[in-house]
């Protein structure tokens, strides 16, 4: 029994006698990070961004692009802003009346719709991510209509 207690106090002292000689080189990698993140902050632009979001509604069992829609994407997609867009988010939906099969169609056609539009504009391919969601159950007319959508998330980017 006093050969363990020996051998325990033994390889405490040790890791004890480690961990204090490994504190001595600590000084030294707070010099190195300070350096190095000056000579960064002298190279770097940065970036400052801000989402925004808005929806595209579509009728009932259609994946048409209305006038309203239309004007509504060109409200929010001004051609200033087009340069800026770092990414665009596609969260395609509906509301689960009628058939599932139809439904989930529906959900990739209008986002399909609205990435066809995002193109003419002149947004990239790499720029765009979908997001399909499952048709889901409105409990009112007000609720379903909205549940009929392709949201639009983007992020702006400009320098500071």
């Given at each position: 029994m006093l050969w363990i207690s020996l051998m325990l106090v033994g390889t405490g002292l040790l890791l004890v006698w480690f961990w204090k000689k490994s504190t001595k080189n600590i000084n030294i990698v707070p010099f190195v990070?300070?350096?190095?993140t000056q000579d960064l902050e002298?190279?770097?632009?940065?970036m400052e961004s801000s989402s925004l979001e808005f929806a595209i509604l579509?009728?009932?069992?259609?994946?048409e692009l209305e006038k309203q829609s239309l004007d509504r994407l060109?409200?929010?997609?001004?051609?200033?802003?087009?340069?800026q867009i770092g990414y665009i988010t596609?969260?395609?939906?509906?509301?689960?009346?009628?058939?599932?099969?139809?439904n989930r169609r529906l959900v990739k056609e209008r986002i399909s719709v609205v990435e066809r539009y995002l193109f003419l504009l002149g947004i990239p391919k790499e720029k765009i991510r979908k997001i399909f969601l499952e048709p889901s159950f409105?409990?009112?007319?007000e609720e379903r209509r909205l549940l009929r959508s392709v949201r639009i998330q983007y992020k702006i980017e400009t320098l500071k």
């Open positions: 990070r300070k350096s190095f002298k190279n770097t632009t940065v579509f009728g009932a069992g259609t994946s060109r409200k929010n997609l001004d051609p200033s802003l087009l340069s596609l969260i395609g939906s509906a509301d689960a009346s009628g058939h599932l099969t139809t409105g409990r009112s007319p």
